[in-house]
């Protein structure tokens, strides 16, 4: 099984990698992706790669109990396409045809240091986020494949409340956050605010772009406050439980049917 000090890339010197990368077993690569941008008075900015963070560590985890494979945890991407909280302080957006070369480059050079394979993982939901990302996969076969939770397979073994579409910074995302990073939630603030009953996919499908634009005056939507440690734990080892699905189908071994 690989060691803590194993699994994340960064911490490998340029002799262990080789030696890793030239072992029995085939060496994947997960990418945690996210963005800068607010979430509500309560989570932080970085929540979006927390979450695809936590959600590498238990996939890491998962791929090697199977011990047919060596699962490394990529530096993340904390920047994307934010354009959804426009106007709000601290939303850094970056154009999508910069992210996607941006990835691709990530991705080949992974590719070219002996890594069989690289799974992007993306909790940023905005959809142009999305699509560029899932750029990166023209001309690189299988490769590379692309986790989110926005394929209706994956989101249907989710929260309700995910499902709702009301779940920005709302109990799903904050349930993550105080299991995978409390320090980044404010408690106080968490406590006391009110479900905001906003689902941000009806917007989209409704042409409305902006956090703005929805109603999101405090940049959050559902219900914070009914977070809970328990819910975040069971909703990273589904987001896991994606991440090995879609590597095992790319590499040809079946992906476990989602329920």
Known sequence: MTTASEKFLARHTTTSLQALVGGPRPVIALVPI???????????LGTDVIISAAACVK?????AKKGTMVALIAPSIPYGVTDCASGFTGA????????TAYLAAVCDGLLASGVRH????????????????????????????????????????????????????????????????PEMVDEAAR???????ISLSDKLRDGISTFAEMGMTAAYAGDPAK??????????GRLADMVVGEVREALGLGAPAAT
């Not at 406590?191 to 009953?197: C, G, I, T």
């Not at 977070?227 to 990273?236: F, N, P």
């Open 59 to 63: 996939a890491a985890d998962l791929l």
């Open 34 to 44: 996210g963005s800068t941008e607010p979430h509500g008075p309560h989570l932080g």
């Open 118 to 181: 690289v799974c992007l993982v993306n909790n940023h939901l905005e959809p142009a986020q999305d699509a560029a990302i899932r750029g990166v996969l023209e001309g690189r076969d299988k490769r590379v494949s692309v986790a989110c939770p926005l394929v209706r397979r994956w989101a249907r073994t989710l929260t309700p409340e995910f499902k709702s579409g009301a779940c920005h910074a709302g109990q799903y995302e904050t349930s993550i956050m105080m299991c995978a990073a």
């Open 227 to 236: 977070a809970t440690v328990e819910e975040g734990v069971a909703s990273i």
């Open 92 to 99: 850094i957006s970056i154009p999508a045809s910069v992210l």
């Open 191 to 197: 406590r006391r605010l009110p479900a905001v009953p």
